[in-house]
């Protein structure tokens, strides 16, 4: 029954319902923006009426929020993380930093544009974006989800090799510790 | 045979009653604690869509057998504390399995389950994991006591160690046990606040602190079977207590009041607290509950 086509399409329609109306959010504080979450969690916008809400591990997270810059040495770590996360996941990139660099365009050592490492489903844009902002962000992301569009996670595992090849580009000593996905 | 096929089938009413009752439960305690920090909230059945999203997650983690068995003793544990509580009164559709001396047994299968996974989330070797457990072990350390207290007291006064007993007790006599051994009603509502483990007791899954300890390392279909699990035990629990102290209940919109009612304890306590530190949580237990189990023994014996 699980093979027949349109009883899939059933159950895909109500399990992206469920993964859309409950969104557990690793929060990745990696640069300034980070500072824009505890506004959208707490009472103010309360992200978690739409069924967002934070995730204490990669393990039990559904969304990775990049918020902002990645430095070299903290990208090693956003990708263990990255990895570490359960299937379905989807990847926010938070800020402009993420989209091209932002105001660290011209930087040493934080990564440019976040896509080719990390697979990202949403980008919400400003320096830094407020709680609306983050809020259409979701939004967007729980758009994507429904229509079953929001799929970073199977372009990362096509494409493997050229995301690794990315990553093992700026970070030279490639050191990863036996884990499994 | 007949017979047999109706307590199953009830077993199976039973289960299914004490997940939903259990799952609403905590979406309500999530609401309640979102309307007093002055926010919306999420709906009441957001507990239902987390946990169906997380049985449809996959899981893709491998870190030994008993990291695999840990969310299966605690779901034993809880269904088999269900199934030894008496429900409701002359049911059909709630059959338990009570006996001689169930209150006794009741005492260890209760702490079984956390056994069990703290065995499993050793085996995780996430040292986030490894805290957690020592801390839950040091808090039930800290409960017990006064809930042995209470249990002890209600079994010397009354002479019996089973929960029919007591309750045909409070029938007999027309008064809840909670006004006739007053004692061993606080202490044992006391001792509740560490085994539901809403703050400040929620020491043991500390969010910030241990990346929510024990269960760091399980995701989708563990955290899914654990969710279940923990709700299906919050409604044993909360029978058991209006069992032993509020005369059990006739119907279950009788009983939903007396659970809730007892609920919003231990939630409307923890939203107002901070988290306190292992010491202080164990102190806390060994100070006024114990003197009041103390006192229960006491009024007991010599009443
Ligand atoms: S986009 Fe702006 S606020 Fe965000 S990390 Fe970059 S500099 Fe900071």
């Keep these: 029954m699980m093979n027949d086509k349109n009883s899939q399409k059933i159950v895909d ?59 070299v040495k903290t990208m090693k770590r956003v990708i263990r993380v990255y990895e570490q996360m359960q299937d379905p996941k989807y990847v926010i990139g938070f800020g402009s930093c993420t989209i ?18 990390l697979p990202v489903d949403v980008y919400i844009n400003g320096c830094m974006p407020r709680p609306e902002a983050v809020l259409s962000g979701f939004a967007q992301l729980q758009k994507r989800i429904a229509e079953g569009r929001a799929n970073g996670a199977q372009q990362y595992k096509d494409n493997l090799e050229w995301y690794r090849a990315n990553q093992k580009k700026i970070i030279p000593n490639w050191i990863m510790p036996d884990y499994n996905w | 045979m007949e017979v047999v096929l109706m307590d ?28 007093v920090q002055n926010r919306k909230g999420p709906p009441f059945y957001q507990n239902f869509i987390d946990a169906f999203k997380l049985g449809s997650k996959k899981s893709a983690i491998h870190h030994g057998v008993m990291h695999h068995f840990g969310p299966a003793f605690l779901m034993v544990s809880s269904v088999m504390t269900l199934m030894i509580v008496p429900v409701l009164t002359h049911n059909q559709w709630f059959p338990n399995l009570n006996f001689q001396g169930d209150l006794i047994f009741l005492l260890y299968v209760m702490t079984f389950g956390p056994l069990g996974m703290a065995l499993g989330a050793g085996q995780t070797g996430n040292p986030n994991s490894a805290i957690g457990v020592t801390r839950g072990l040091s808090q039930m350390v800290g409960f017990e006591i006064p809930w042995v207290l209470a249990l002890v007291a209600l079994m010397i006064q009354y002479h019996t160690t089973s929960i029919t007993g007591l309750m045909a007790a409070q029938a007999h006599s027309g008064t809840w046990l909670m006004f006739s051994s007053p004692f061993a009603f606080v202490a044992a509502v006391m001792a ?13 899954g500390a969010p910030t602190e241990l990346a929510s300890g024990p269960i760091s390392e399980n995701g989708g279909k563990y955290l899914f079977v654990m969710m279940s699990s923990g709700s299906v035990f919050t409604f044993a629990k909360l029978t058991l207590y209006v069992d032993l102290f509020m005369g059990g209940a006739d119907n279950l919109l009788i009983l939903l009041i007396k659970t809730f009612a007892l609920y919003l304890i231990p939630v409307l306590y923890g939203v107002t607290t901070p988290r306190y530190r292992t010491e202080q949580a164990v102190r806390w237990f060994w100070g006024w509950p114990s003197f009041f189990g103390l006192l229960a023994i006491l009024q007991a014996v010599f009443f």
């Design chain 2, 8 to 35: 199953i089938l009830g077993a199976v009413v039973t289960f299914l009653v004490a997940f939903v009752v259990g799952m609403t439960y905590g979406g309500l305690s999530r609401k309640i604690t979102a309307r």
């Design chain 2, 192 to 204: 509740m606040f560490g085994m539901f483990r809403y703050s400040p007791f929620d020491i043991v």
């Design chain 1, 13 to 71: 329609i109500i399990q992206n319902w469920a993964r859309k109306h409950s969104i557990w959010v690793l929060a990745y504080g990696t640069g300034c923006g980070a500072i824009e979450i505890p506004p959208t969690m707490t009472s103010r916008y309360d992200a978690e009426r739409l069924g967002v809400r934070g995730a204490a591990t990669p393990r039990q997270a559904d969304v990775l929020l990049i918020t902002g810059y990645l430095t």
């Design chain 1, 100 to 117: 091209n660099g932002g105001m660290y365009y011209d930087s040493y050592n934080t990564i440019k544009v976040l896509d080719k490492y």
